[in-house]
């Protein structure tokens, strides 16, 4: 299916500016949209995360990109899609996505799933992030469910955990009665997946919620693509950064400002757990995917942390040698299907043990 090229037009699209501190629904991206956005990756001056102003009260403006909205079942697409309320007070949700037609020989592991956007900016209706889970359901197989949390700064750190905490235990509390899950799903086989951000995100839910009974859900494996990590001291590939065009030094400062709580520097526990987790604390977590490209700027910590799991007592599988950059799958098709192969593979070895 051809959704990660339209991910890759999205990217680049012009950058807008709302006048509002919260992005406002955005609607279906349309085809002229895709057109007029469908050039190579942004450069620094382009980046949406350099987009993000902040003004002298604490609010910001963020960058508007393109959003996409849930499938009709009936429409013939490849993936079908719905979003289905998580805490109406907070105005969270996930969107499910499940492949059409669905195999019949197996029920598919179910893939909770944490977008990027270093905790403030994008949401699962993301362009890009849309066509990833469309495509990712499709390739692996699986049904993926991918959460619209809070943002920071409005919401800061651990907001975002505790709405990820909230979807692990949606896993044992709704999910056995969705339609889609109950028909096709297999809840024994639920992996908890995230990138950038995201994968932080993963890290967290997995530590939150391991002494959790989750039955009749359990998770298997985290998946922690290019997890999004700090620290003040900075490593080489961070140092090699400031004209990084995807995540430049600039901006990663700037979100871990937005996102950390008030007064926290990138040493804290949220940012660098590798320096300020205690070990014990990751004691008992499921198996580990640590994956990352040489090319991404937190590339050194991401080894790093797939280095302190291992210490820890994890059972880590690192793939932290790849060529690229940071979020490439989103927006490169060769990346996607290389991430996607992961996935698969990690998913299999659980069902084949």
């Not at 992005?23 to 007029?36: N, Q």
């Not at 050194?300 to 790849?322: I, P, Y």
């Amino acid at each position: 299916m051809s959704t990660i090229p339209l991910a890759n037009a999205v990217v680049a699209s012009s950058v807008q500016e709302t006048k509002q501190s919260r992005e406002e629904p955005m609607g279906e991206a349309t085809v002229a949209d895709v057109d007029e956005a469908a050039r190579p990756p942004p450069s620094k001056s382009d980046n949406l995360f350099m987009q993000i102003a902040v003004h002298p009260d604490g609010a910001i403006t963020r960058p508007v990109v393109p959003a996409i909205p849930a499938s009709d079942a009936g429409s013939g697409a490849a993936v079908f899609s719905r979003d289905v309320s998580l805490d109406t007070s907070l105005g969270t949700y996930i969107r499910l996505y499940v492949p059409n037609p669905v195999p019949l020989s197996t029920k598919l592991p179910v893939i909770l799933y944490f977008h990027g956007g270093g905790f403030v900016v994008f949401s699962a209706d993301t362009a890009f992030y849309h066509a990833s889970c469309e495509a990712m359901a499709a390739a692996v197989p699986a049904i993926v469910a991918s959460l619209d949390y809070r943002l920071a700064p409005e919401n800061r750190l651990p907001a975002a955990y505790d709405d990820a905490v909230a979807a692990v235990t949606w896993l044992r509390d709704v999910a056995p009665q969705d339609p889609w899950i109950a028909a096709h799903g297999d809840l024994a086989r639920c992996f908890i997946m995230g990138s950038s951000s995201g994968g932080n995100m993963a890290f967290y839910a997995g530590v939150r919620t391991k002494g959790i009974d989750l039955s009749p859900a359990a998770v298997c494996g985290l998946l922690l693509h290019q997890p999004y990590l700090g620290g003040v001291e900075r490593t080489p590939s961070e140092e090699r950064s400031e004209d990084d065009f995807m995540v430049p030094l600039e901006a990663n400062d700037k979100l871990w400002s937005l996102a950390l709580p008030l007064g926290a520097d990138r040493d804290h526990e949220f940012s660098n757990p590798a320096k300020a987790v205690a070990q014990e604390a990751v004691v008992g977590l499921p198996r580990c995917l640590v994956s990352g490209s040489d090319g991404d700027p937190l590339i050194d910590r991401q080894r790093g942390f797939a280095t302190w799991l291992r210490d820890s007592g994890v059972e880590v599988v690192a793939k932290t040698d790849g060529s690229g950059f940071h979020a490439a799958e989103l927006f490169v098709p060769e990346k996607a299907e290389e991430m996607f192969a992961l996935v698969r593979e990690f998913v299999s070895a659980d069902n084949d043990a």
